[in-house]
Structure formats: C-alpha cells, structure tokens
C-alpha cells in the first residue's frame, strides 16, 4: 500500500484540526525532550552525583561535621539567604547554629538537571524538595535550586563551591 494513500486516508479520517494539533504536540515532544533526555548518566556523572548523595545522607543522618570532609579547604558556598559567600572555615560555625535552633532535615529529595564533567572539574544543577522540623516539631517545607562545582582531588570528588538556595514563598 503507497504511503501517499495512507496519509490521504488519515486525512479523511481525522479533521485538520486535530492533524494540527498531533503536529504541534510532536513538535513541542521533540523540542523539548533534549532537556529531559539526560535519563543516563555516565560513569563519571555518577560518581559525582554520589559525592552529592553522601552529603545529603549525612545531614539526613545528622552528622553535619562528617559532610565537611567532602569541602575542599578553598570552598566558597553563597546561599541566596547571604549576602556573602560563605568560606568552609565558617561551615562548622554555621551549622552548629543551625543545631542549636533544632532545625533538622527530616526529607531531601534532588533531582540532578545537568551533570557536567570535565577532567577534574564537574559542575550539577539540581532542583531539590526538603522539609525541616524545629525543636517544637513544626516542619518547615521549602523547594529551590542549588549549582554545585566540584574538584576531582587525590581520586575523590569534593565541593568547592556553590550557589542557590529555596525558591521564594509566595505572597499572600
């Protein structure tokens, strides 16, 4: 069967209308899947994005300190909270306060948009979902992005900078 005839039977079948509407829709479909198309990481994208997971696992965890051993000693972090970036010197003081108002990750959930990788030197950008529970136990829901560069040093991966923070909450 020609496929001329095929596409004339289509036509038949379906009103114009709708054939414009498949098209637009396969059109959108393949202009954007580029950007979601990322489904498989390589095996360097991975080892990087598991030097993000061990952090978050060890706040989960509680153990803030311990995530420190994955900041490179020349690591800037600038959360869109501060008005300057933050050196890892003052990381340890920075979170002990935060210990010290109860504030605890009780739930983060990153989803990884790029992993980029070159040699030594890899950057991600990730949307993230947390929720925090004070010493009262009220929980505290926020969402955001964060880009995270990172340094191969002595075989591992460590941060030595970063940027973002919560998306803003919204007027009432």
Excluded at 46 to 65: C, S, Y
Excluded at 78 to 87: F, G, R
């Amino acid at each position: 069967m020609p496929t001329e005839f095929l596409f004339i039977n289509f036509l038949k079948h379906f009103k114009m209308k709708k054939v414009i509407q498949w098209s637009f829709f396969v059109f959108l479909l393949g202009a954007i899947t580029p950007a979601f198309s990322q489904l498989v990481w390589t095996p360097e994208q991975k080892a990087v994005w598991k030097t993000e997971t061990a952090i978050t696992d060890l706040w989960m965890k509680g153990d803030n300190m311990a995530s420190l051993a994955y900041y490179d000693d020349s690591y800037q972090g600038w959360s869109y909270a501060s008005p300057i970036p933050i050196p890892k010197a003052n990381m340890a003081t920075a979170m002990n306060y935060g210990m010290t108002l109860g504030r605890k990750l009780v739930f983060w959930n990153a989803v990884p948009i790029v992993i980029w990788v070159k040699g030594d030197f890899a950057y991600t950008d990730y949307y993230y979902r947390a929720v925090y529970q004070d010493k009262d136990g009220k929980k505290t829901y926020e969402h955001g992005k964060w880009l995270d560069v990172l340094m191969k040093k002595d075989g591992k991966w460590v941060l030595v900078g970063d940027h973002g923070g919560a998306d803003p909450v919204p007027k009432k």
